[in-house]
């Protein structure tokens, strides 16, 4: 069918569940007790609630044994990232971490160009360099950057996201879509489980602790956005895709007004979005 293999379905799909993934996770560390365990719970449910899409996708696995290889490094690189943004979460506002992540399109931009050999154009060079922009300004308060764990924290976590984003792009075709993007997530959760030696009593208690209903919805969302944004990289082209999904920042910022009641630097959130979105406008044209 024509309209699954059109990329902009995919994106606007994203976009919304990417809005309410980034919400209902600010929610869920309000009250948990281990940062570590947290993230194993959740990545650990949302990787088997991955699987239920595996049918309304083509059944294939790699027989290259490199594609196994560079999913390992996927796999560890999306475990590092994983785990930084949920301490990253629990110290900003839902809004601000969506700004904050939009760095990782500035990076997959470059990435586009360098390592995909597409064409460089000023205008998306510019529209890059207004995303991070955007975010220096999101950060400054009373006439200086404020510097702190969590935005390098975050900046860090965008790094490895992108790496790990990066090697999907050249590899996720090769398998089920929704099983791979399951083996990012139980793989990372096993790997935290492992090198923070979380028991299970530590994932059992922040789900009985826990805010049940946003623990569902970023279970609900989490593994089928990977699939939604995978599947838009892998039918459009990088340097299009990557700004697109910088339209979060915007929808993030209204919804957290609205619902998280983050109104603390409402006007400084809504400027860093519009220049966001002027970046994604720069970046189309």
Not at 67 to 86: E, H, K, M, P, W
Not at 120 to 140: C, D, E, P, R, Y
Not at 176 to 202: C, S
Request: aromatic content about 12%; overall charge positive.
């Amino acid at each position: 069918m024509g309209i699954l293999n059109n990329w902009l379905i995919y994106i606007i799909l994203y976009l919304i569940l990417a809005t309410a993934f980034t919400q209902f996770y600010r929610i869920t560390t309000k009250t948990m007790k281990s940062a570590g365990a947290l993230t194993v719970l959740l990545q650990m449910m949302a990787g088997i609630f991955a699987l239920i899409l595996c049918p309304f996708f083509e059944v294939k696995l790699p027989t290259d044994a490199r594609v196994y290889g560079l999913l390992a490094i996927s796999i560890c690189f999306y475990c590092i990232s994983d785990r930084l943004n949920t301490t990253v979460r629990s110290g900003v506002e839902a809004s601000t971490f969506s700004i904050l992540k939009q760095l990782s399109t500035t990076f997959m931009i470059f990435a586009g160009i360098i390592f995909f050999k597409e064409e460089f154009i000023l205008t998306k060079f510019i529209g890059a360099m207004l995303i991070i922009f955007s975010n220096i300004f999101i950060f400054h308060k009373k006439g200086k950057f404020e510097f702190n764990k969590y935005v390098l924290l975050g900046i860090l976590s965008n790094l490895a996201y992108t790496v790990a984003l990066f090697l999907d792009v050249n590899i996720s075709d090769s398998f089920n879509l929704p099983f791979y993007v399951a083996l990012t997530l139980i793989l990372p959760a096993l790997l935290i489980t492992i090198f923070e030696r979380i028991k299970p009593k530590e994932i059992k208690n922040e789900l009985v602790n826990g805010n049940k209903k946003a623990i569902l919805m970023v279970v609900l969302t989490w593994g089928t956005m990977i699939v939604m944004q995978l599947r838009a990289y892998q039918l459009g082209n990088v340097t299009v895709i990557a700004p697109l999904c910088a339209l979060t920042a915007m929808s993030n910022v209204i919804v957290g007004y609205l619902f998280l009641k983050e109104r603390d630097n409402l006007l400084k959130k809504i400027i860093a979005a519009i220049l966001i979105i002027i970046s994604i406008i720069l970046i189309k044209v």
